[in-house]
């Protein structure tokens, strides 16, 4: 959504500030190498937006190891369908906050949707110097 003419456009240091601010809550938290969600069902994976090395997209990795509970680990870790549904609510007011769908929101709430019997999720995590 573009703002209105009411609003101002954050600035990159607002964005990198109110990243700060939630990364702060997460005790030992270290920013990802990379990072993404998937789903894993009966006809295979579906995957999320994929942030790699050196993505800008460093808000989604906050919110995905304050709702897993994990930091600086790399692995795979499976989710439920409330912990990726609890994420993706967290995320709403940083898509709010950049008036601009997040490229993880749509991408994650995506994968919230048309879940198959047995499906499962999966957060992929590459922590600093462990890839």
């Not at 990243?19 to 990379?34: C, L, M």
């Not at 967290?90 to 994968?111: C, D, T, V």
Request: aromatic share 10%; with cysteine; proline share 8%.
């Amino acid at each position: 959504m573009l703002p209105s003419s009411n609003d101002a456009w954050p600035t990159d240091e607002d964005l990198r500030a109110a990243y700060a601010r939630f990364a702060a809550r997460i005790p030992g938290y270290v920013q990802p190498t990379a990072y993404t969600l998937a789903r894993r069902g009966p006809d295979g994976l579906t995957v999320g937006h994929l942030n790699g090395p050196g993505g800008e997209h460093k808000l989604p990795a906050a919110v995905l190891a304050l709702v897993c509970g994990y930091v600086n680990e790399t692995g795979v870790f499976r989710l439920s369908r409330d912990q990726v549904a609890e994420a993706v609510e967290l995320l709403a007011p940083a898509e709010a906050a950049i008036h601009w769908e997040h490229p993880n929101l749509w991408s994650w709430r995506g994968l919230l949707t048309a879940v198959e019997p047995g499906s499962s999720f999966l957060a992929y995590y590459v922590a600093p110097g462990r890839g």
